[in-house]
């Protein structure tokens, strides 16, 4: 990108303002081309862009160059484009359609707005759509198949990007979508009627199940019939129909089930599909077949040549992905198919022709624990008990933790580690040791192969051909790594809570690995999540965690004052942690606890948004050490302080928790929150006034409670304190407080 732009900029101006078309078709396929390839650059000097497209799309005579100027426009460039300079590019856009003297340029101008609605947002799109759909809609009804099919997509796309604002078009679009449905039957209609699928069923979505459900009856009686009737291998119906039927399922829900005896046999066939291979020697002459051959890719694995026919892992991936979509839509009433699912998906886990069955398949694998759990649950598992999900969950779980021992690309590895922390999630107590066992040496493996990476990319950095696009990859990748960092840190999070003080001598083990990631050197990601899985220990396993104080409690307490501020979030919510359960071990550290704790409540910028959760988690932290240490501070300084750090707002679980601590607080009438005679009650009220009007800030419990102290107040205290105390409020908070008072 930033080689090439420069140097097309000053070609793009000489060929744009010479006087033959071919040269400014030129220019702009160019554009195209390097949109694509250098998006990050091009974005930089959209300006002169768009201005040089738009001026080929009004001022060209010739419709080759307004198809070019149409494809220039659509390229990567969004979101940017979309929000700047929506209000040039759509008109333009639309007038584009109505060249019905070109149905090239008009059938483009659609796909180009399928493009352009596919980044954005409803608020952009909406002042546009009245004259938008109206368009596409007289094109729907256009001679030529090629303008029909854009035209299809696009208002697809527009309903997708519109949700709920395309409602009022449903009525006048959908009987033309249902017509093509039924009537473009013919073999060379087949693309057409496929489309209209697509859009009927987006649409659905997009209206939802009261709009959609009287069509989609006789949506669904067309597609029953295709579906049983013979079609041909190539025709593209096929794969098409698997997702209608997949939206349609997520737009009716529950209220799909009885079609799923047709659309499962189809599709379980779709996803068994075996790859058809080739294989060659990789230092053979003859190239399989002409390399060129679109329908084919090829792999080289050591000394073979591996050629694959593409088209069949599309359909395998589409129908892989569609059965996770129905395990997860129906959930308990997709039970009945488990049987048939789980052996065709849990094989392809090891797929490694096509990522993206492998990722459908690794997503479906919680879906169909968690469906076969809440079917037993829900007395729905057609006389199946308990053993049933156990035996489901022995087959699964051993199957992922062996994939991704074996998983060859990063950003599946961290899909695979969240889908088997979902499924400990699920089955929880039914794991045995081995299968613990078997997960945390999985893990090691997966630590230790993250930091050879990250050294290996290290080394990348120092070499003489390093440059920005090599940084920009760099990059990406450390960004991936910390994705399986991120799921490493869930899941051994969901081990703890599972299998509590049990779970500690696998802890143990684990802690030569962990402790590497505490260190100085790490990157904060890492760091928080060293700190995260303490804290886990810390409040899951109580006083079984004490032996781990002594070890751990300096690296928590120095990162209290990190410049990370998501570090200083997690060590300081460890600090209350402890202080809650840490009892005479935590005593010594009561001191340098308040003081790490101090700074971070009284640093400039705590208000920040940024700054908010560490802040928030300190306050909290805080009100611990004042509740179960109270023998070790001056409390007269201390909860005072406290107390006017409250209400907080920003971690709405930590403000749940400190509400009611200040609630119990003063319902045993504690001296220090009160103050000397009771000094401190104006700021209470202010506190339970804010709570009560704020939104999430206090369980339905805690707020009862307030209301109740609030009307104890009114009663004990003389009308003038009463008085005075409410005037120091917000006239909102006095209003409501008032309203609360008198109800």
């Known amino acids: 990108g930033n080689t090439i732009v420069p140097v097309a900029s000053e070609q793009f101006s000489t060929y744009l ?12 396929i160019a554009l195209a081309q390097i949109a694509e390839g250098c998006s990050k650059v091009m974005v930089k000097n959209l300006e002169q862009v768009v201005s040089m497209v738009l001026n080929s799309f009004n001022h060209s005579d010739h419709p080759r160059v307004r198809w070019a100027a149409i494809n220039a426009i659509v390229y990567r460039l969004g979101p940017d ?22 149905p090239r340029v008009q059938a483009h101008a659609a796909s180009a707005v399928l493009n352009f609605s596919e980044n ?17 809609l007289v094109l729907l009804q256009n001679g030529k198949q090629m303008v029909q099919e854009g035209a299809l997509t696009a208002l697809a796309s527009v309903a997708d990007s519109s949700q709920e604002h395309f409602q009022k078009y449903y009525d006048p679009v959908m009987p033309y979508l249902k017509a093509i449905l039924v009537n473009a039957t013919d073999k060379s209609n087949r693309m057409l009627r496929a489309k209209s699928m697509e859009c009927i069923s987006i649409v659905g979505m997009a209206v939802g199940k009261e709009k959609f459900r009287d069509d989609a009856k006789q949506v669904m009686e067309v597609l029953m019939s295709l579906q049983v009737s013979q079609m041909e291998t190539d025709d593209p119906t096929t794969s098409y129909m698997l997702q209608a039927w997949a939206r349609l399922c997520k737009c009716l829900g529950q209220d799909f089930l009885p079609y ?46 591996i050629g694959i026919k593409t088209s069949v892992l599309e359909e395998k991936a589409t ?34 022709f096509h990522e993206e069955v492998r990722k459908a398949a690794v997503s479906a694998m919680p879906e169909l624990l968690r469906s076969a759990k809440l079917a037993m ?17 022995d087959y699964i779980i051993p199957a992922l933790v062996e994939a991704l021992h074996k998983e060859p690309d990063t950003e599946i590895c961290a899909s695979m580690l969240d889908a088997l922390n979902e499924c400990v999630q699920i089955s929880g107590p039914l794991l045995d040791e081995s299968q613990v066992r078997s997960i945390v040496d999985e893990i090691k493996q997966v630590i230790t192969a993250s930091a050879s990476r990250k050294s290996e990319r290290a080394e990348r950095a120092k070499a003489e051909d390093f440059d920005a696009d090599e940084g920009e990859l760099i990059k990406e990748e450390n960004e991936q790594e910390e994705e399986v960092f991120d799921q490493v840190g869930e899941i051994l999070g969901t081990l703890i809570k599972t299998f509590k003080a049990s779970f500690l001598p696998f802890f143990d083990e684990l802690s030569s690995y962990l402790t590497p990631m505490w260190g100085k050197d790490k990157t904060p990601e890492e760091r928080r999540i060293a700190i995260c899985i303490f804290d886990d220990v810390a409040e899951q396993c109580r006083e079984a965690a004490l032996k781990y104080y002594d070890t751990y409690l300096p690296f928590i307490l120095e990162a209290c004052n990190d410049e990370n501020p998501d570090v200083r979030q997690a060590a300081v919510y460890g600090l209350g942690v402890c202080a809650e359960f840490g009892g005479p071990v935590f005593k010594p550290l009561v001191g340098e606890a308040l003081s790490r704790l101090n700074a971070v409540i009284q640093h400039p910028n705590a208000s920040q948004p940024e700054n908010v959760m560490a802040y928030d988690n300190a306050v909290s932290a805080l009100g611990k050490i004042c509740l179960f240490h109270r023998d070790s501070i001056d409390a007269t300084q201390v909860v005072p302080a406290w107390l006017n750090c409250l209400p907080i707002k920003g971690d709405l679980i930590e403000a749940k928790v400190v509400h009611e601590q200040l609630c119990s607080m003063v319902e045993r009438s504690d001296n220090e929150v009160l103050g000397p005679n009771h000094h401190f009650l104006p700021k209470i009220v202010s506190v339970f006034a804010e709570v009560l009007c704020g939104k999430d800030l206090a369980t339905e419990q805690t707020a009862s409670r307030m209301v109740n102290l609030l009307r104890q107040l009114q009663q004990t205290l003389p009308p003038a304190a009463l008085a005075s105390t409410l005037s120091s409020l917000q006239p909102q908070q006095q209003l409501a407080l008032q309203s609360i008072l008198s109800s």
């Not at 954005?120 to 596409?136: F, H, M, Q, R």
């Open 120 to 136: 954005c947002t409803p608020e952009i799109l909406t002042p546009y759509l009245d004259g938008i759909v109206s368009k596409l």
């Open 319 to 352: 129908a892989c992905n569609m059965l996770c979509c129905y395990a997860d839509e129906l959930k308990e009433g997709f039970f009945p198919w488990i049987d048939q699912v789980a052996p065709t998906l849990v094989p392809l886990l090891k797929f490694y």
């Open 260 to 305: 799923m005896s047709v659309v499962m046999p189809p599709l379980l066939q779709s996803a068994q599909l075996k790859p058809d291979v080739t294989i060659t020697s990789a230092d053979s002459d003859n190239d399989i077949e002409d390399s060129d051959d679109e329908s084919m890719e090829t792999i080289t694995l050591g000394d073979k040549r």
């Open 377 to 393: 649950e829900k007395g729905m598992a057609q006389g199946r008990n308990e053993t049933y999900v156990k035996q489901l969950s």
């Open 17 to 28: 303002a010479a006087p033959e078309w071919q040269k400014h078709h030129a220019a702009l």
């Open 81 to 102: 484009l979309q929000n700047q300079y929506h209000q040039r590019v759509l008109p333009a856009l639309a007038a584009a359609m109505d060249d019905f003297q070109n």
